[in-house]
């Protein structure tokens, strides 16, 4: 017979596990399939200090970090997050990160929208992608799609799925999170892809 100790503190267990998966965050429709053997699916890929030389720690506020991102996403030429992220898999992550872009594909959903599994609470950029075109841009995501609230699940809308060719076409979530850690401003990324049918 197991006692309540036990039984209690392997409740806690579970719900801390539970917790430490959805830290983070992940697409959840249309769904992504992680890759066997990935201890933290929901976890960002890296980790990073800001590539970009600016006046980070000092911005003031989730506000005055997206005005300073804005500002020097324009001043290094970049023209979206994809393409720089994607650039330099060493520095921001493998293709994908976390997720397996060979797992079974979804059906795009019919709602035209995209959620994540949670809320979006930190400030910074996202953009979903379809193969090859952009049909969600954002450079303030968490304003855009999110409340600061973890428990609000974010809902991307509108996304346009009629450019998924018959044949199907390749998912793609990116976020570059902008995270503030004992005064210091990181960058986390995000990469999540999802396979889709046509």
């Given amino acids: 017979m197991v006692s309540a100790t036990t039984f209690l503190a392997t409740v806690?267990?579970?719900?801390?596990?539970?917790?430490?998966?959805?830290?983070?965050?992940?697409?959840?429709?249309?769904?992504?399939?992680?890759?066997?053997?990935?201890?933290?699916?929901?976890?960002?890929?890296?980790?990073?200090?800001?590539?970009?030389?600016?006046?980070?720690?000092?911005?003031?506020?989730?506000?005055?970090?997206?005005?300073?991102?804005?500002?020097?996403?324009?001043?290094?030429?970049?023209?979206?997050?994809?393409?720089?992220?994607?650039g330099d898999a060493k520095l921001y992550g493998e293709d994908c990160g976390n997720t397996d872009p060979k797992a079974t594909p979804?059906?795009?959903?019919?709602?035209?929208?995209?959620?994540?599994?949670?809320?979006?609470?930190?400030?910074?950029?996202?953009?979903?992608?379809?193969?090859?075109?952009?049909?969600?841009?954002?450079?303030?995501?968490?304003?855009?799609?999110?409340?600061g609230a973890k428990k609000t699940i974010s809902v991307f809308k509108p996304v346009d799925y009629s450019s998924c060719a018959a044949g199907g076409c390749m998912f793609r979530y990116y976020w570059l999170a902008l995270q503030r850690r004992d005064s210091k401003t990181l960058w986390q990324v995000f990469k999540n892809c999802v396979p889709l049918t046509g």
Avoid at 26 to 48: D, H, N, Q, R
Avoid at 122 to 136: F, K, N, R, T, Y
């Fill in 12 to 86: 806690a267990v579970v719900a801390t596990s539970v917790g430490y998966v959805q830290a983070h965050g992940y697409m959840e429709k249309p769904l992504a399939e992680f890759k066997e053997g990935t201890e933290s699916p929901s976890a960002w890929v890296v980790e990073i200090a800001p590539q970009w030389k600016g006046d980070w720690d000092k911005a003031k506020g989730d506000e005055g970090l997206v005005a300073l991102y804005k500002e020097l996403k324009k001043s290094n030429n970049v023209k979206d997050i994809r393409t720089m992220i994607d």
């Fill in 106 to 147: 979804k059906d795009p959903p019919t709602t035209g929208d995209a959620t994540f599994s949670r809320g979006i609470v930190h400030a910074g950029p996202c953009e979903i992608w379809l193969d090859g075109e952009v049909v969600l841009q954002n450079d303030d995501c968490q304003s855009a799609y999110g409340d």
